[in-house]
């Protein structure tokens, strides 16, 4: 059973990813990409911000900071990643 700090983490990157989805549009299928990446982001900050002891918005085990940082940031690298350059002929 997942702790609390884990649901809500789960949570929030849910929200982060589909804020994006909103913001930015497309397909169901790019939906499902920024859900990944707002999970993977998250997850990845809250690492980092524990590796680094980073207390600045620290809310119970979460590093909120570093884990919506992490999390933004890997939304819009999937971003930057889905689109493509122009192709010149």
């Given at each position: 059973m997942p702790t609390p700090a884990v649901t809500f983490g789960f949570i929030?990157?849910?929200i982060y990813g589909a804020v994006f989805h909103l913001v930015v549009g497309g397909d169901i299928r790019r939906l499902a990409l920024y859900l990944l990446a707002g999970w993977l982001g998250f997850a990845?900050?809250?690492l980092?911000?524990?590796l680094l002891d980073v207390t600045?918005?620290?809310t119970g085990q979460i590093h909120m900071l570093s884990a919506t940082v992490g999390a933004w940031t890997a939304l819009f690298a999937a971003?930057?990643?889905l689109s493509r350059?122009?192709?010149r002929r």
């Open positions: 929030l990157a849910t990845v900050g809250d980092t911000g524990a600045l918005f620290k971003r930057m990643l350059p122009a192709r």
